[in-house]
T-cell receptor
């Protein structure tokens, strides 16, 4: 099976702009989660989508949003970019059941730089 | 609340030496624990996971971890380090519904 793919791999934006990142999960996986990774804060959970519905949300401002399509592909959007949004954004897919043994598989990430 | 703490932001070993990366968890319910590895400019790769049953879990690349409830620990070990093991390692607990809480990570440095 193909792994989780993320596009684009690298992005450079300026403050105030908005950006959209894309994630394609492993075939058959219905859950997509997004994480932000920075040197200072580490890996932080943004939100999770299952069957086109947001099930969980982390502690991030409303500038961060996402959606999931019927084929389980997901996008996340960041509006009004700030310098602090520079980070590696990781997407993970899983089967999405409630059991905590469910394993998440990660994509290579999108490196966002805000100037 | 469930959380994990990784002791040591950096660990240095010589090639061929034992690797020991420490992870302690805090959980009011039986934890489901994971170790991931991240190589430079890449995403996270699953090394191993503990769900229930056997407390010694074997993973990929010769790594293993032992779940010790009495010590609330899930330390990662490898008998003999290889240069290719140099990477950042993350311990995580699954809170359910595809939500992982990660430790701060430990950078493993391997010298020849």
């Amino acid at each position: 099976k193909a792994g989780v793919t993320q596009t684009p791999r690298y992005l450079i934006k300026t403050r105030g702009q908005q950006v959209t990142l894309s994630c394609s999960p492993i075939s058959g996986h219905r859950s997509v989660s997004w994480y932000q990774q920075t040197p200072g804060q580490g890996l932080q959970f943004l939100f999770e989508y299952f069957s086109e519905t947001q099930r969980n949300k982390g502690n991030f401002p409303g500038r961060f949003s996402g959606r999931q399509f019927s084929n389980s592909r997901s996008e996340m959007n960041v509006s009004t970019l700030e310098l602090g949004d520079s980070a590696l954004y990781l997407c993970a897919s899983s089967l999405g059941g409630p059991q905590r043994s469910d394993t998440q598989y990660f994509g290579p990430g999108t490196r966002l730089t805000v100037l | 609340a469930q959380s994990v703490t990784q002791l040591g932001s950096h660990v240095s070993v010589s090639e061929g030496a034992l690797v020991l990366l420490r992870c302690n968890y805090s959980s009011s319910v039986p934890p489901y624990l994971f170790w991931y590895v991240q190589y430079p400019n890449q995403g996270l790769q699953l090394l191993l996971k503990y769900t229930t049953g056997a407390t010694l879990v074997k993973g990929i690349n010769g790594f293993e971890a032992e779940f010790k409830k009495s010590e609330t620990s899930f330390h990662l070990t490898k008998p003999s380090a290889h240069m290719s093991d140099a990477a950042e390692y993350f311990c995580a607990v699954n809170k359910g519904y595809s939500t992982l809480t990660f430790g701060k990570g430990t950078m493993l440095l391997v010298s020849p």
